[in-house]
């Protein structure tokens, strides 16, 4: 699928109303440029009963009518009629005539190598291999490889459609990993800045995570409801595992993520309430979990990654991990509150105060006055809340001119910056003093233009802020002064991701 994006979403919001309620006809007109002629996903999800089990009768009339928060699903409801959103809805609950089977035979057969790739012995440029940026650029599907010293364009990559969640690096630094909504799995080398390969590892998938020794690769699955597994060497696949509740419950996973102490991938379920650890170890250690977790399902120590599970009180599909990934705390996008898990006991320590939809996938922490806090913005509400990571107790919540997605910082600045995403103030950008919680500075790069998703160089030195347009920009503030040096101009740049910082897991940024 090659549309382009923002061709595909202007049609999405412009199309005219339809004089007849046919559903198909519907469908295509409105929805099958962003979600696939065959509803299997492509800039938005995969839309089929298997997706929308949480969405069913008005709360699904309701999405199509009115949008949908945190997403970038626009309103239908003043270009279709009530009855032509009745129809769609019910249409799209209907099965497909028969569900694509999407196993390993069939994903090793789309994995394609790129024959004029020669791996290098060292890098064939002159900057700093730990201080490149990888800048995904969503308005026409590419990658930009960033010089973090010199803020200079190295090379610019096209992608599959639609990159979906954060790029992932080898632990080396040396290869980049990228992921689309319809489950593409494209492998980078950065020191040459050339395509590896490609496979397709799902229809509709979510995000991927690198294991601790950069051999696997977990990729999280809508659809299928799978887990798949790669080898980075060859991106060929070592497993598919199915995703299903102890009761039998298939559920899709809502993201992945790598718990390198602990030698393990975490699973998020989006319909059942557990928790997956996926391990990849030697060893995997069930000998030293409170219960016998061998008897709870197929997890067998001669079987290759074997899989923990771990009951919740509800079902949680937005974590975030202390720095020793010994606690995960955990928010539903439904619920106002949240919970911590005790990965190591493997059960619910205590309850979050966290109203307004936290975002926790963006949370960051850092030291204040002896303690650990964690910061996450919120995608309903404008504020920021600031939890104790001893206690559990929210220390602070900080009023914003509106609500959040991105949360940054890093080791060598007394500032997190937070942005407003949604609402008449997407230009703003707060700075925020990490010491006494107070709004130090707002900035707006380009009043009325989204403003979005900060990152910092190895150093700390600059701040790289997205404008999030069309005709957007990079831009780069110096950390200290806060005045912007430079913008290099971009193609509705959204995530930008600073290979040192990702690789030694920076508490100032997501993981």
Not at 71 to 100: K, R
Not at 352 to 371: K, N, V
Not at 437 to 442: A, F, G, S
Request: charged content about 25%.
């Amino acid at each position: 699928m090659t549309r382009n994006i923002v061709f595909t979403s202007l049609l999405c919001v412009l199309a005219g109303p339809l004089q007849a309620a046919e559903p198909e006809v519907l469908f295509a007109t409105h929805y099958a440029v962003c979600h696939g002629d065959d509803r299997l996903g492509g800039a938005g999800p995969a839309l089929i009963p298997e997706a929308l089990s949480r969405l069913r009768g008005e709360k699904l009339q309701a999405v199509i009518a009115e949008g949908r928060a945190a997403t970038q699903m626009p309103a239908f409801g003043d270009q279709l009629s009530a009855e032509d959103i009745a129809v769609l809805a019910a249409y799209l609950h209907q099965p497909l005539p028969e569900i694509p089977l999407w196993d390993k035979a069939k994903i090793e057969s789309t994995r394609v190598l790129n024959a004029d790739y020669t791996a290098p012995d060292a890098p064939q440029h002159g900057a700093d291999p730990m201080n490149l940026f990888v800048v995904v650029e969503t308005g026409d599907h590419h990658i930009s490889i960033l010089d973090g010293d010199r803020m200079e364009v190295m090379a610019r990559l096209e992608t599959p459609l639609a990159v979906h969640g954060g790029p992932k690096f080898s632990p080396d630094g040396r290869f980049v990993f990228v992921m689309s909504r319809d489950g593409w799995v494209q492998k980078v080398d950065l020191w040459s800045m050339q395509e590896v390969g490609r496979i397709r590892a799902g229809v509709n998938s979510r995000n991927i995570a690198m294991s601790q020794d950069g051999k696997w690769l977990a990729v999280a699955n809508y659809l299928p409801m799978t887990l798949t597994i790669l080898a980075t060497g060859d991106l060929s696949v070592a497993e598919v595992k199915d995703i299903a509740g102890k009761d039998g419950t298939a559920s899709r996973v809502s993201a992945v993520y790598q718990a390198p102490p602990r030698e393990s991938f975490v699973l998020a379920l989006k319909d059942v309430p557990e928790i997956w650890e996926v391990f990849y170890g030697e060893n995997p250690p069930f000998h030293g979990f409170v219960h016998d977790y061998r008897d709870e399902g197929p997890l067998g120590y001669d079987e290759p990654f074997p899989v923990r599970r771990i009951t919740l009180k509800e079902i949680l599909d937005d974590f975030f991990f202390s720095q020793d990934y010994e606690y995960v705390m955990g928010a539903s996008r439904d619920g106002e509150g949240g919970q911590v898990v005790d990965l190591v006991i493997g059960h619910t320590i205590a309850e979050l105060e966290l109203p307004g939809m936290p975002h926790l996938g963006s949370g960051i922490t850092w030291e204040r006055g002896g303690q650990t806090v964690m910061a996450t913005p919120h995608l309903r509400d404008g504020v920021i809340s600031v939890i104790d990571m001893k206690t559990w107790e929210t220390v602070k919540t900080i009023g914003t001119e509106g609500p959040g997605f991105f949360l940054r910082s890093h080791e060598e600045t007394p500032y997190l910056w937070a942005d407003v995403f949604f609402g008449p103030n997407r230009d703003v950008m707060h700075v925020i003093d990490k010491e006494s919680l107070e709004i130090v500075k707002t900035l707006r790069p380009a009043p009325g233009r989204t403003a979005a998703h900060v990152e910092f160089d190895r150093y700390g030195r600059y701040a790289l802020v997205s404008l999030w347009e069309q005709d957007g920009a990079v831009i780069v503030y110096d950390a200290a002064t806060l005045q912007e040096v430079k913008r290099l101009p971009m193609v509705k740049p959204s995530g930008k991701y600073n290979v040192h910082n990702k690789i030694t897991f920076s508490a100032g940024t997501s993981h």
